[in-house]
């Protein structure tokens, strides 16, 4: 591809890879997390070579998946300076900030929607960098990975680009390069300085104190243990049990899962340590569980699923044992994934999540800019009501606004 000017008027170059193969591992997490150097946990597990491979080679993206790889890097020289998981999508599918209704209207005028880009981890409703940039080349880096991923649409007639799930940081500058911003929300989980879980039960009003007491009660007498597993402590049966938990939950909410079981072997063989897996285990099977990823100040609840079914178990796996473990560690917040008001009654408040847009038709680039703000004030009212519902006392309610 050609190049792009950065502010030197050094040319950077820019180019689009079907695989992850092609790029060194080292070069690619040197943009995507230079802060895991130091052997600590990457800030966004989800962004690194490994996790992005696991996908590929498990065959979770590429052929048949409408998720098409065409990873972008940027280069000064021999140098990589930066990166960005670009994907070309035949659908809308897997992306947790829809636009189904955005496809609907372009076609129904006459335009094709599909194929359109992606800049995103598949799958994961999770905030993180999305322009990965090596340190000391965050302004010409990001422009360049901008332009060319808007270059590449334009060449080839493509309807949209989109930027999901990006960083508040990436929003003002993907904005000055003329892109378009959509605000979204979540459930998340923050930790106040707890310093155990009574603590942040009693931060809590007590109606609500006493209930998620009773729900822990309820799930911990569903006739077994609940275990914690990471590093080496997993074992390929625990992936096996897990895998078929995944498989019942993606039957049920997705039609068919996203993920291969490939997926789950590749990620017991290069990120066991990066991972938390909850299990609810009963007459020595696990009967239900959840998957955690551990980023650097965050745990990334993921999925979740189950064999049996018994009160409240869910609630347990899946939040309360986050939040337990985000204690224990000292992590900043828990990121539970996408939708569920149901969270807000055990603690996770709404917080925006953001994305930006570039629109090839001028017209329906105008429509849409329109649409995102009137749909920007409402998720910011939405979010005003739902923090007043919070599960906290007053007072801290208060220090929560």
Request: proline content about 4%; hydrophobic content about 35%; glycine content about 8%.
């Amino acid at each position: 591809m050609d190049g792009t000017e950065s502010d030197n008027d050094t040319v950077v170059e820019i180019r689009a890879h079907d695989s992850l193969a092609g790029i060194p591992a080292q070069d690619w997490d040197a943009c995507a997390c230079p802060e895991a150097a130091d052997g600590h946990p990457p800030a966004d597990p989800f962004t690194t070579h490994r996790f992005l491979s696991a996908l590929e080679t498990s065959g979770s993206v590429g052929r048949g998946t409408g998720w098409q790889p065409r990873y972008l890097t940027a280069h000064l020289g021999t140098e990589m300076i930066a990166a960005a998981p670009l994907y070309a999508k035949s659908h809308s599918q897997g992306e947790y900030i829809f636009d189904f209704n955005w496809a609907h209207a372009y076609e129904n005028a006459g335009g094709r929607y599909y194929p359109k880009l992606q800049i995103a981890v598949p799958f994961t409703p999770a905030t993180g960098r999305r322009f990965l940039v090596k340190p000391g080349y965050e302004a010409t880096g990001q422009a360049a990975l901008v332009q060319g991923a808007v270059q590449i649409a334009d060449d080839n007639g493509l309807s949209s680009l989109h930027i999901t799930f990006c960083r508040e940081d990436e929003v003002a500058s993907g904005e000055a390069m003329g892109l378009m911003h959509r605000v979204s929300q979540q459930f998340h989980w923050l930790n106040d300085g707890y310093a155990s879980f009574d603590d942040f039960l009693a931060s809590l009003s007590s109606r609500k104190r006493k209930n998620i007491r009773k729900e822990r009660a309820q799930a911990q007498g569903f006739g077994g243990e609940i275990v914690s597993l990471t590093g080496d402590a997993l074992r390929d049966e625990h992936w096996d049990h897990f895998w078929r938990f995944y498989q019942d939950t993606g039957s049920r909410k997705w039609g068919s899962p996203y993920l291969t079981r490939d997926f789950f072997r590749q990620v017991q063989e290069t990120m066991r340590d990066d991972v938390l897996l909850v299990l609810a285990v009963r007459d020595g099977h696990p009967v239900a569980g959840a998957l955690n990823f551990i980023g650097r100040d965050t745990l990334y609840g993921r999925y979740w699923g189950c064999t049996e079914h018994h009160p409240c178990l869910h609630f347990e796996l899946c939040y309360y044992q986050a939040i337990d473990a985000a204690i224990a560690r000292g992590l900043d917040r828990v990121e539970a994934g996408a939708q569920g008001e149901h969270k807000l009654a055990r603690g996770y408040l709404p917080k925006q999540t953001h994305s930006l847009h570039w629109m090839r038709d001028p017209g329906f680039s105008r429509a849409i800019r329109q649409y995102l703000k009137a749909e920007a004030e409402a998720v910011e009212e939405e979010i005003e009501v739902l923090t007043a519902y919070g599960p906290f006392r007053r007072d801290r309610q208060e220090e929560q606004e």
